[in-house]
């Protein structure tokens, strides 16, 4: 059976998203693969409505899906997505962070959460190799969220990221065309897929650049101060994507780096047991308010103050 590779993307058509995608899904199609590829614009995707009703069926042992399940093309892409060993996902950057195009459809995924669905007995468990480029105008100041925000959405749906990359500076239609260097980096992103999809899942590993970004665990370049967390949990400091918590050291020759504790991994959200401690978080904090009646029934009378008010809207 060949490798299964999908690319999603979430650009203007025939512009800088695709061409970059595309260049990746080339090399993946020569050597083998059975290449899908969509972009987001061409299908209707609703925003999530928030109601967590397939959450709540998860914690009841049951997968009830989606309620916008019928109403647009969400489970249809998700439908193949999910049947992939390896996804590349090219998506411009808006406002330094990934585009609403991409967000909304990523942000539809809580019915997929395969931890849960795993935990449940829904599902099997699949691996899943994934590739993220993004596109923007600027370079990396101007992008700031672009790739973390696009690693922020791979938890979800168990999604390995094995190469990053950030294209800067090419705001206009198709003008990643006049950077050969980068042309050749999107095909090398196809070739570290190949590469990732091939090897047993217990060996897969990063394929990306060596030195990219803060942390060495999932390569993103955002670090945060460390705040106590719910249950107790300290790290000076946090990978804002991964969770890996240490501290800063400096090297001898002046620069800085972050370096990961003893326990700096324990809730890592880039593995299935890390997320699990988050299922133990959302069990105390949101279990805990609906399963006590004292607390709705503050909720409720407090809540009326609010419901009668009313401003002049538009
Ligand atoms: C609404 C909007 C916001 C944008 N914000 C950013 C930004 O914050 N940083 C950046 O580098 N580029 C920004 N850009 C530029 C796009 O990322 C850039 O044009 C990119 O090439 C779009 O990809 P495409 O050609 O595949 O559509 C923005 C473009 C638009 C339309």
Known sequence: MPVKVMGIAAGRKNSNNEILLKEALMYCEEAGAEVTMINLKDYKILDCTGCTSCTMGMSQGKNVGCVLDAEDAKKKI?????TQDAVIYSVPTYDLMPASAYLTFAQRSLSYETA?????????????????????????????????????????????VVDMILATR???MAQCLLDDDLIARARKLGEN???????P??????????????CPNCHSNALV???????????PIECQVCGAGGTLEQTEDGKWKFVIQENGLLKDRTTVAGRAKH??????????????????????EKLAKY????FKTI
């Open 225 to 235: 101060l460390g705040e106590e967390q719910w249950d107790g949990l300290h790290y």
């Open 78 to 82: 998700m439908d193949v997505m999910l």
């Open 201 to 214: 899942a217990e060996e897969r590993k990063w394929l990306g650049d060596e030195d990219m970004g803060w």
């Open 116 to 160: 849960f669905l795993e935990t449940i007995g829904a599902i099997e468990h699949k691996d899943r190799v994934a590739g993220l480029i993004a596109v923007g105008g600027s370079t990396r100041s101007w992008q700031s969220m672009a790739l973390e925000g696009l690693q922020a959405t791979m938890f979800t749906t168990d999604m390995k």
């Open 279 to 300: 299922l133990e978080e959302i069990a105390q904090t949101q279990g805990g308010f609906y399963s006590n009646p004292e607390n709705r029934k503050i909720v409720q």
């Open 307 to 310: 419901k009668e008010k009313q």
């Open 193 to 199: 897929i190949m590469t990732a999809a091939a090897a």
């Open 170 to 172: 090419v705001p206009g």
